[in-house]
């Protein structure tokens, strides 16, 4: 059963919005609310790279090259995340993956990734 269930990818145009999700299908309310979630993305040819994370305390950390257009939240009571992408160009295009960071008694887990693509 995959742990971390992504959505809301898909092909827009230059300038255009699009909103992902992901859920925590696997753990209780109380310990999704613990952990530090985030999201990272794969273009084509390039290294994975984080795009934004958001603490258990809400605080949030983005990728200067997204900062300003895209926006993470989180609704514990669901256990999802969720990363609202404005504004959004062609260099945004790639691989999106949700991610649970790791740490001590705290495993690492990544989703299968959803593909987002900006037309020009």
């Known amino acids: 059963q995959v742990r971390l269930v992504e959505s809301g990818g898909g092909l827009v145009q230059s300038g255009g919005s699009l909103r992902l999700s992901c859920r925590d299908s696997r753990s209780i309310y109380s310990s999704f609310s613990t952990y530090t979630m985030g999201w990272y993305r794969q273009a084509p040819g390039k290294q994975r790279e984080l795009v934004a994370d958001i603490d258990p305390d809400r605080s949030t950390n983005y990728a200067e090259s997204v900062k300003g257009r895209f926006t993470l939240s989180r609704d514990n009571s669901k256990k999802t995340i969720y990363l609202q992408m404005n504004s959004l160009k062609p260099e945004d295009t790639a691989v999106y993956y949700c991610?649970?960071?790791?740490?001590?008694?705290?495993?690492?887990?990544w989703g299968q990734g959803t593909q987002v693509t900006v037309s020009s």
């Open positions: 991610n649970r960071k790791g740490g001590v008694g705290v495993d690492e887990y």
